[in-house]
Structures are given as structure tokens and as C-alpha cells.
């Protein structure tokens, strides 16, 4: 499969003022993570349906797969597979992951202080299919910190998808796994 490289902007997006960092604010930025996200996005192939969850926390509200930040000493799959871990319960070996996407996001807004400055950031995304039990669990062990666990993941096809109206890079997404190539 060829790998999505794509960029959204959220409507509103007020462009972030770089400010140069000393070298030992930057020694700290590095020690506080890799400023990237890794994703990884339920799917099922033969019902060309993706699953989501209901995210509570700026800046990805509303209906969204699971991940996180990555750290340091984390390659991309071990980052995808530690995220996944945490925000669900299911550990996952490596080999089950399968990268599909690069995807640069600008977003409005964030949770944490300063909320109004929003955030640049960068998701390495990555699709994985569970079985019935795996579904079954992670649905159960949703962070609720995170997600609105008592909704769980929630199955969707591309029409349902339009119909809920979800952001851009998710049916970007949905179109690009489950295209005809």
C-alpha cells in the first residue's frame, strides 16, 4: 500500500510565532518527547469499515482513532504499539501494524496551557485489524481520560462517516485505506 502524506489545517488556525529556543530549552524539548503523534486506526478490510472513539480532550474532539505522543528511544511502531497499550488495554506485537499514513495537522486550539495557541503537529498513522474479542476489550478498556468509554469504538463506513460529519484527515484516510490500488 502507498503511504498518505497530506496536511490539514483547522478552519480558525491562528499561525504559531516560532520563538527561538536556548540550547538547553531545546535539550529539554527533545527530552520530553519526539514532537510527533503515532495513531493507530481499527479497521476491518472486508466490510471497509474503520472503528472510533469519541475523544474528550482538545485539539482532536469528537470522533477520532487512538494514539498519542511519542518519546524518546521509541521507534514509530513502538510508539503506535506503546500509545495503543495505554489508551486501551491491548497489547499488540509490532508485526500487526501496517504505516499508511503521514499526516501534518494544524489545530486551533489545545488542551493545555496556552489553550488559545494551538498546535502544529505531526501523526504517523498506522492501521491494525482486531478480532472480535480484541474489539471487544478495547472497547471495555477504553482511557477514559482520553475518550467517552461508555460510547466504546464505534464502527463506520464512508457514508456514515459524511454523515457525521467527522474532520477531513479521517475520510482522507478511510479513502486512502480502502481504495482500489
Known amino acids: 500500500m502507498n503511504i498518505l502524506v497530506s496536511s490539514y489545517t483547522e478552519p480558525g488556525y491562528a499561525p504559531i510565532t516560532p520563538i527561538r529556543q536556548t540550547d538547553e530549552e531545546y535539550g529539554r524539548t527533545l527530552q520530553n518527547g519526539v514532537l510527533c503523534c503515532t495513531d493507530v486506526v481499527v479497521i476491518v478490510r472486508a466490510r471497509k469499515v474503520i472503528y472510533l472513539a469519541h475523544r474528550r480532550s482538545k485539539p482532536m474532539t469528537g470522533w477520532w482513532w487512538i494514539g498519542g505522543k511519542m ?29 499508511v499514513g503521514f499526516l501534518d495537522y494544524r489545530w486551533k486550539d489545545r488542551a493545555q496551557a496556552p489553550q488559545d495557541m494551538g498546535c502544529h503537529m505531526m501523526g504517523i498513522t498506522f492501521v491494525v485489524e482486531l478480532t472480535e474479542a480484541e474489539l471487544l476489550s478495547v472497547a471495555a478498556n477504553l482511557d477514559p481520560k482520553e475518550y467517552q468509554k461508555s460510547v466504546g469504538l464505534v464502527p463506520f463506513n464512508r457514508h456514515q462517516l459524511v454523515e457525521e460529519n467527522v474532520a477531513p484527515p479521517i475520510l482522507k484516510l478511510y479513502d486512502h485505506v480502502f481504495s482500489n490500488r
Do not use: I, W, Y
Open 71 to 99: 518519546v524518546p528511544d521509541q521507534t514509530l511502531e513502538l510508539s503506535a504499539v506503546k500509545n495503543f497499550q495505554r489508551e486501551t488495554g491491548l497489547e499488540l506485537p509490532v508485526s500487526r501494524l501496517q504505516l
